[in-house]
Every structure is written in structure tokens, then in C-alpha cells.
């Protein structure tokens, strides 16, 4: 891997807390022009930064999500597995989701290409 992993570890961190305050603009400056990016809770993907901030403008008009990286997973293709904590809300604050799940990043030019939610392998702890 050509990028450093403490700083793509780094890189992720601020993401995810990009994405719990809600700055979408600070999250997409961490991310590729090209970036696919998984549509969880509706499904498919999307494509690029003005999709990305599309499907998350929606999202939390309808859901309240908050994610917590728990474990980094160096990959040996270069990619990293992180282990979230994942709390799902409803608009009335009621508990749709809490469990880990797992998010694969793939990285160029240190930078967030991809993210895809995948199974965590199982010797990761699932509290």
C-alpha cells in the first residue's frame, strides 16, 4: 500500500465524525471525485460527491444514523476493514439498529474511492 496506514486510519476517524456532526462538506473533501459509496438503507450505490450528498440529505431526513469505528482492519490489498458501532434512530428517536457491522474502504491518492458494508470476519468482537 502506498499511503501510510496511521494516516488513512486517521482519514477514516475523521469521516465518520464528519458524518455524526452532519458536515457533509467535510466528509465529501475526505473522498475521491469518483467515489462509490453504498446506499445501505435504500440499496445500490452511488456515484460521485453530489450523489453522496444527495443520498445522505435524505437519509437523515428519514433516519438518524450514528457510527462509531470500533477496530481498524489493514487489508492485504490495501484496503481497510472497520469495525462500527452502528445506532440507527427513528424520527421519534426510537431504536431501529444497534450492531457492528463491518465497512471496507478502498483508497486513492489517499483518499476514500470506495465503501462497501460487509460481514465482519468472525474473530472480530461483536459486543
Known amino acids: 500500500m502506498s499511503d501510510q ?6 482519514l477514516l476517524r475523521a469521516a465518520y ?9 467535510a466528509a465529501l473533501a475526505l473522498m475521491t471525485p469518483d467515489v462509490v459509496w453504498p446506499r445501505a ?9 453530489e450523489e453522496v450528498r444527495a443520498y445522505w440529505t ?6 438518524g444514523g450514528h457510527v462509531e469505528p470500533i477496530s481498524f482492519y489493514l487489508e492485504e490489498t490495501g484496503r481497510i476493514l472497520v469495525d462500527v ?3 440507527v434512530r427513528d ?3 426510537a431504536v431501529l439498529a444497534d450492531q457492528h457491522v463491518g465497512h471496507r474502504f478502498t483508497f486513492k491518492h489517499s483518499l476514500i474511492q470506495a465503501m462497501e458494508v460487509c460481514p465482519l470476519p468472525s474473530s472480530t468482537p461483536k459486543d
Open 5 to 10: 496506514p496511521a494516516l488513512l486510519i486517521e
Open 85 to 87: 458501532h452502528q445506532v
Open 91 to 93: 424520527k421519534a428517536y
Open 41 to 49: 438503507f435504500k440499496g445500490g450505490f452511488v456515484r460521485g460527491p
Open 58 to 63: 435524505e437519509q437523515w431526513s428519514e433516519i
Open 17 to 25: 465524525a464528519a458524518f455524526n456532526a452532519r458536515d457533509i462538506d
